[in-house]
């Protein structure tokens, strides 16, 4: 067997490993801020929400923005102090875990913002 057919199907089964391994984790589900308002924790909307994370990140800049701005855009979080507020992501296709997006504030404008999946 020549060294190029050798690395040819070296490559093929990287690239089907690496297929195999991000299936189900990268979605293409785009952010609709009426939908994720309106999200119900449902058998067919379970993972509504982290199906839209990327989106949400790749196409919106949430830092800078005021408290009022992203309520206007995420609704209302499902928890709140002074400086974070925290929204329950739903089922993230790795078993039974859950995930969580944490805004951060300082005065008033975001500063930061995480994902959990746990």
């Known amino acids: 067997m020549s060294k190029k057919l050798k690395y040819g199907i070296l490559m093929i089964g990287v690239i089907v490993l690496i297929g195999f391994g991000l299936k189900g984790r990268i979605t293409h589900e785009q952010f609709d801020s009426y939908r994720w308002k309106n999200w119900t924790e449902s058998e067919t909307e379970w993972s509504l929400r982290w199906e839209m994370m990327n989106s949400l990140r790749n196409n919106y800049e949430l830092k800078g923005l005021t408290k009022a701005q992203i309520i206007e855009l995420l609704g209302e979080p499902e928890s709140k102090t002074k400086n974070e507020f925290g929204y329950f992501l739903g089922y993230s296709k790795r078993g039974i ?12 404008k975001v500063t930061d913002f995480s994902v959990w999946d746990g």
């Open 97 to 108: 875990n859950t995930g969580r997006m944490t805004i951060n504030f300082e005065k008033n």
